[in-house]
């Protein structure tokens, strides 16, 4: 392997195309003062599909404007070990409309095959949360901790001034899956730290349960950023209301699972509603879902 560098500001993205590329192994990672994102690699060869560049569809109801993002739209890189979808432009993915969205900056859904991973790579001004959704990950970093993260639970590590950290599939046969999320703190080189907690004895039915916040709020896991995740688990029918945010505040709203109405649209699987405007929201559910809403700064 060939150590390369890659600066996710300078990739010239081509029109759709699925060819032999070179594959990359994180080393580090580091976010430079302008904003952008760095990511130095390891170079080795896989299949890489890249969608074509296209406009982000804006769209307006009556009472709210918003953007739909589809699943088959998101960047996608295949590893061999890995199977990446990426929402935002990351690694070989890049889309000059796909940037992040405010504070947030990545959502990252990844597979990782049995007994495979990442070996120990740097980061730094980044809270970095990590939704496990099937199988378990084990975590170690440069502050000592170890422990492994099982489908229910979430890590977050606040990357603050500098940390490193390895992230491995520890089982024999059972793939990893899980949403790896990048949210820009409002503050640079804060102390690194790192926590995991379980909310799977926690019930989610036809309800709001609050993931992460500014201040710890309803037992959530805290982050150095005005934003919030909340998910909820919808059963047939059912219905939950999105209050209003403040202003300046942003709303991703991403599937998991199952099928959501909101307005006159029907999102499936990993697919993705936002909207900047602060007006309370309906979701209704058209078949079993599992949800996550990201409430973020558009200004960072």
Same mark, same amino acid.
């Given at each position: ?34 904003? +952008? ?56 993915? +890049? ?206």
């Amino acid at each position: 392997m060939v150590k390369g560098y890659f600066s996710c500001t300078s990739t010239n993205a081509t029109d759709a195309d699925t060819s032999m590329t070179p594959s990359w192994v994180i080393r580090r990672m580091e976010l430079s003062r302008d904003g +952008h994102l760095k990511i130095y690699l390891k170079i080795g060869f896989a299949l890489i599909a890249v969608p074509p560049k296209k406009s982000f569809p804006k769209y307006k109801s009556e009472r709210m404007q918003y953007r739909l993002h589809r699943a088959d739209e998101r960047g996608v890189a295949e590893h061999g070990w890995l199977h990446s979808r990426f929402s935002f432009s990351f690694a070989e993915y +890049h889309n000059n409309d796909r940037m992040g969205f405010g504070a947030l900056r990545v959502i990252n859904d990844d597979t990782v095959e049995p007994k495979q991973g990442f070996g120990m790579h740097s980061h730094r001004d980044m809270e970095i949360i990590t939704i496990v959704l099937k199988g378990s990950i084990e975590h170690r970093d440069s502050l000592g901790h170890h422990g492994i993260t099982r489908a229910g639970e979430i890590q977050l590590m606040s990357a603050g001034n500098g940390i490193e950290h390895s992230e491995y599939n520890p089982s024999e046969n059972e793939p990893l899956e899980l949403l790896q999320i990048w949210i820009f703190p409002h503050t640079r080189s804060l102390p690194p730290r790192y926590e995991q907690r379980a909310f799977n004895s926690v019930s989610m039915s036809d309800r709001w349960v609050l993931l992460v916040s500014p201040d710890g709020r309803e037992e959530s896991m805290r982050i150095f950023q005005n934003a919030s995740i909340k998910t909820a688990h919808m059963n047939l029918g059912s219905t939950l209301i999105c209050k209003e945010v403040l202003e300046g505040e942003g709303r991703l709203i991403f599937v998991i699972e199952g099928s959501i109405k909101i307005f006159d649209n029907i999102l499936d699987r990993r697919d993705e509603f936002q909207t900047v405007q602060t007006d309370s929201l309906v979701i209704h559910c058209v078949s079993e879902a599992h949800i996550v809403v990201f409430e973020v700064p558009m200004q960072r």
